[in-house]
């Protein structure tokens, strides 16, 4: 039976944090943490956004993680290839990373730039961090989220920073929709899963409405922690309203894994909850729809059926959007414009949505969309 862990706390308090960690930590695998010596964690470092957004892992949960692993004697590093082409060193100051870093022996590291290995899964071709296999013990520590592409974020969808910051733009070119997207992800799934020692998911603040950064912040008070990414995704996203098939790669993943939903295990006080309030309505219907459409008639009801970012008057022109746009079809700001999206040639994989700091990116909806939301 695989078992996910889940404790309510309301607010990111240290010795709260500590307690649920080493408790947490005491499911995972034994020989594992008690053989290696260097421990990876790695968070959702998404781009340049303060812990209080509730876009990015808390640095006070990964502070309880460092303390955990350094009273274990173990070699920490803190590591993640931010979206696009954000200056790192800034995500890490502006995520807290870079305070823990001088406040405690750990090193962080940029996984865009410490070489990769290229692996082959089925069709897929992936490019994952050499940092990756560097480290005996791997954390994966996710953020609680909703997600405009593939429905949910979790655990699963954490790992695709392991992949360099560059090929990430690649492979958004290559696989724009929802369901090749999550095709990927289940390959770079299958090639890192059995390297995973454990995985948690800060969902003391995260985000609902249409994430994973331009959403609604909320203190959803809720820290989950697995031996399995599948099982803990497939908790998570119910917990939050979603139907497994919601989400297109979490099916896939409990098959992979050999888990039946019904076979999970969780604490008692949460059999059957689900977070009362949360806004699905702008990520939950998409990805089901799409999936019943005959692939020979996909391309034309894409045509119909869209959602296709539109830079807002909001925009300050850090053109952030202009770096991180993967098919480079966003004109850069001047003395007199905001920065201008090409609609023809856009492929709507929502990177610049993502990636905006300053909530200045909205999303056009077609009419068929706003009618299946409904």
Not at 54 to 72: I, K, S
Not at 86 to 104: I, P, Q
Not at 284 to 301: D, I
Not at 308 to 314: G, L
Request: proline content about 6%; overall charge positive.
């Amino acid at each position: 039976m695989a078992k996910v862990q889940i404790r309510r706390i309301a607010s990111y308090e240290l010795p709260l944090l500590e307690a649920a960690v080493a408790d947490f930590l005491s499911h995972a695998h034994r020989l594992r943490m008690k053989r290696s010596k260097r421990v990876l964690l790695k968070p959702n470092l998404l781009g340049n956004f303060p812990p209080e957004r509730g876009v990015t892992t808390n640095p006070l949960v990964m502070e309880a993680l460092v303390r955990h692993f350094l009273d274990l004697g173990k070699e920490v590093w803190i590591g993640d290839s931010p979206g696009g082409t954000v200056n790192v060193d800034r995500v890490w100051e502006t995520s807290g990373m870079a305070d823990l870093a001088k406040r405690y022996p750990v090193k962080l590291v940029n996984l865009s730039t410490a070489g990769f290995r290229e692996l082959q899964s089925g069709e897929f071709s992936v490019k994952i961090s050499e940092i990756f296999w560097k480290c005996g013990i791997v954390v994966n520590v996710a953020k609680y989220k909703t997600h405009g592409l593939v429905g949910f974020t979790g655990a699963l969808k954490n790992l695709y920073g392991l992949v360099p910051g560059l090929a990430k733009s690649n492979y958004h070119s290559l696989y724009p929709n929802s369901l090749d997207f999550s095709k990927l992800l289940l390959a770079l799934y299958a090639l890192t899963r059995s390297r995973l020692s454990y995985n948690i998911i800060d969902g003391i603040q995260g985000m609902d409405g249409l994430g994973p950064s331009g959403g609604r912040t909320r203190n959803f008070g809720l820290l989950f922690g697995s031996r399995s990414v599948s099982a803990l995704d497939y908790v998570a996203a119910t917990m939050m309203g979603f139907a497994p098939d919601d989400v297109p790669y979490l099916e896939e993943a409990l098959r992979m894994d050999g888990i039946l939903p019904s076979r999970i295990g969780v604490p008692t006080s949460f059999h059957g909850y689900v977070i009362p309030d949360a806004d699905l309505r702008a990520v939950r219907f998409s990805n089901r729809f799409l999936r019943r459409v005959p692939r020979s008639a996909r391309h034309l009801m894409e045509r119909l059926y869209y959602k296709r970012p539109v830079i807002s008057n909001r925009c300050r022109k850090c053109e952030i959007c202009v770096q991180s746009c993967p098919v480079q079809v966003i004109t850069p700001a001047d003395k007199f414009n905001f920065p201008e999206i090409d609609p023809k040639a856009c492929i709507r994989c929502l990177c610049c949505h993502e990636m905006c700091p300053h909530d200045a990116i909205d999303i056009h909806k077609s009419l068929l969309v706003k009618m299946v939301e409904r």
